[in-house]
């Protein structure tokens, strides 16, 4: 988050930052796949 607001000019208090990763991973019987490891991104609500 930090590096879109730096680099990207975006505004922090409309980023939330959810994470799933070991709650909801891709690749549940291999908790450390890179594809665990993700971030999307979604236009805000409104």
């Not at 990763?21 to 890179?34: I, Q």
């Amino acid at each position: 988050m930090r590096y879109l607001v730096e680099h990207c000019g975006l505004n922090a208090a409309r980023l939330c930052p959810i994470g799933r990763g070991k709650a909801m991973p891709y690749l549940p019987n291999n908790p450390f796949a890179s594809v665990n490891r993700r971030v999307r991104i979604r236009p805000a609500d409104g």
